[in-house]
């Protein structure tokens, strides 16, 4: 599975899911519940709640927007692919006045357009973005000085990171982000069908003046139960919780997050400097590159799902085609949850095969030693 999520998960967490139900209103429950709550905390780097949903990750986008957006508030959305046009509609739901400010393919969002566009848009008091818009491969590769920007504007900040949390270091508390979500599916391992968010004091406070809040996803309701009861206000999807915490507990406490997150370094640096050598095209500029899914321009003339077509039938590999608009006109390859060497070298040498097979020229064996030189440099264990 070298999608980008659902990715492949570790044995043990499918052992975490065989198991009997247990009440939601239950001591045992509310013991996993403080366990999720405290890695999920570690996880963003916060001392806020990050609340834990029973929905994929658009719902916790839902989440974040409807209870932060008001109607008369001015959100600005830079829009680098799909994950940006679904933010900005989301907002629009809330708010008549959104400003999308339009990035060039290829390209994501940093420091200088931003700050641009507060220039001219003073009004502003909303900044919501994908940090890594996975339709398009592109990362922010500086979020630290756009978050510089953001709290010198004193703007709220709604950070979708549902593909690049875990695949890289987000110190939600020290980068000041009020609102960041991930999903259960992604860098973090687990099936999906969770989505966290992370909620600062002074977004949650902006939320509880609002006029209407959504009703089942209304955060007041979603704090109340967490801190006085370690519990959720509504069922919650329990086999995936116990799956989740399971993975968590792999990531920190035998992994370690911090080589966690080297492994997607590691494995993302190995992945493109393998598909260089296969002499494959990027959809994206050097320093927008993805560490955690790689946009790639199909070979002269042969259509990206032919490709994807051999290597899932003749390799067992699944990678994934462009999305929405950029459907049949890119294929996407992730390097999320559970990078290890093998998954990575068996994917550029299924992919050299299928260039061969496809009447494209690609040396495999040498993109297979270019990833194996970057291992014996790089990996962390
Ligand atoms: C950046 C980003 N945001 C939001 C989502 C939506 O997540 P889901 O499909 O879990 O609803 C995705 C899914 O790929 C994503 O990559």
Same mark, same amino acid.
């Given at each position: 599975?070298?999608?980008?999520?659902?990715?492949?998960?570790?044995?043990?967490?499918?052992?975490?899911?065989?198991?009997?139900?247990?009440?939601?209103?239950?001591?045992?429950?509310?013991?996993?519940?403080?366990?999720?709550?405290?890695?999920?905390?570690?996880?963003?780097?916060?001392?806020?709640?990050?609340?834990?949903?029973?929905?994929?990750?658009?719902?916790?986008?839902?989440?974040?927007?409807?209870?932060?957006?008001?109607?008369?508030?001015?959100?600005?959305?830079?829009?680098?692919?799909?994950?940006?046009?679904?933010?900005?509609?989301?907002?629009?739901?809330?708010?008549?006045?959104?400003?999308?400010?339009?990035?060039? &393919? $290829?390209?994501?969002?940093?420091?200088?357009?931003?700050? +641009?566009? #507060?220039?001219?848009?003073?009004? =502003?008091?909303? @900044?919501?973005?994908?940090?890594?818009?996975?339709?398009?491969?592109?990362?922010?590769?500086?979020?630290?000085?756009?978050?510089?920007?953001?709290?010198?504007?004193?703007?709220?900040?709604?950070?979708?990171?549902?593909?690049?949390?875990?695949?890289?270091?987000?110190?939600?508390?020290? &980068? $000041?982000?009020?609102?960041?979500?991930?999903?259960?599916? +992604?860098? #973090?391992?687990?099936?999906?069908? =969770?989505?966290? @968010?992370?909620?600062?004091?002074?977004?949650?406070?902006?939320?509880?003046?609002?006029?209407?809040?959504?009703?089942?996803?209304?955060?007041?309701?979603?704090?109340?139960?967490?801190?006085?009861?370690?519990?959720?206000?509504?069922?919650?999807?329990?086999?995936?919780?116990?799956?989740?915490?399971?993975?968590?507990?792999?990531?920190?406490?035998?992994?370690?997050?911090?080589?966690?997150?080297?492994?997607?370094?590691?494995?993302?640096?190995?992945?493109?400097?393998?598909?260089?050598?296969?002499?494959?095209?990027?959809?994206?500029?050097?320093?927008?590159?993805?560490?955690?899914?790689?946009?790639?321009?199909?070979?002269?003339?042969?259509?990206?799902?032919?490709?994807?077509?051999?290597?899932?039938?003749?390799?067992?590999?699944?990678?994934?085609?462009?999305?929405?608009?950029?459907?049949?006109?890119?294929?996407?390859?992730?390097?999320?949850?559970?990078?290890?060497?093998?998954?990575?070298?068996?994917?550029?040498?299924?992919?050299?095969?299928?260039?061969?097979?496809?009447?494209?020229?690609?040396?495999?064996?040498?993109?297979?030693?270019?990833?194996?030189?970057?291992?014996?440099?790089?990996?962390?264990?």
């Amino acid at each position: 599975m070298m999608i980008p999520g659902p990715t492949d998960v570790d044995q043990r967490v499918i052992d975490a899911m065989r198991r009997q139900m247990i009440d939601h209103r239950s001591g045992d429950f509310r013991v996993m519940m403080r366990e999720l709550e405290e890695r999920s905390r570690r996880i963003f780097q916060t001392e806020n709640d990050v609340y834990l949903l029973t929905c994929s990750g658009t719902g916790g986008v839902e989440f974040a927007v409807a209870n932060l957006v008001d109607k008369d508030d001015r959100v600005l959305v830079p829009v680098f692919g799909v994950f940006g046009e679904r933010l900005a509609e989301a907002c629009e739901f809330y708010t008549r006045n959104v400003v999308r400010v339009e990035i060039p &393919l $290829g390209r994501a969002a940093d420091p200088e357009v931003l700050k +641009k566009a #507060l220039d001219e848009n003073k009004d =502003v008091n909303v @900044v919501a973005f994908p940090y890594n818009d996975t339709s398009t491969g592109t990362i922010c590769h500086d979020l630290e000085g756009i978050m510089r920007i953001c709290r010198e504007r004193g703007v709220y900040t709604i950070v979708d990171a549902v593909s690049i949390l875990g695949g890289r270091d987000i110190p939600v508390d020290r &980068l $000041g982000i009020d609102v960041c979500i991930t999903g259960s599916q +992604k860098c #973090l391992a687990a099936p999906p069908g =969770v989505a966290l @968010v992370s909620f600062s004091e002074r977004a949650y406070e902006k939320a509880r003046r609002k006029e209407k809040r959504p009703h089942y996803l209304d955060v007041t309701k979603y704090r109340h139960f967490m801190r006085d009861r370690s519990e959720t206000p509504f069922t919650p999807v329990i086999t995936i919780f116990f799956a989740l915490n399971e993975s968590l507990r792999i990531i920190l406490e035998e992994v370690g997050f911090g080589k966690w997150v080297r492994r997607h370094e590691a494995g993302a640096e190995a992945l493109y400097k393998g598909l260089e050598r296969l002499g494959v095209s990027f959809m994206t500029e050097p320093r927008y590159r993805s560490p955690t899914v790689i946009a790639l321009n199909p070979q002269q003339g042969i259509d990206a799902e032919e490709i994807r077509r051999v290597m899932r039938e003749r390799f067992s590999i699944m990678i994934a085609g462009g999305l929405a608009k950029f459907r049949g006109k890119m294929f996407r390859i992730a390097n999320i949850g559970n990078i290890s060497q093998q998954r990575i070298l068996l994917t550029i040498e299924a992919l050299g095969k299928t260039l061969n097979i496809l009447g494209v020229k690609a040396d495999v064996e040498e993109a297979v030693n270019s990833c194996k030189e970057v291992f014996a440099g790089r990996w962390p264990g």
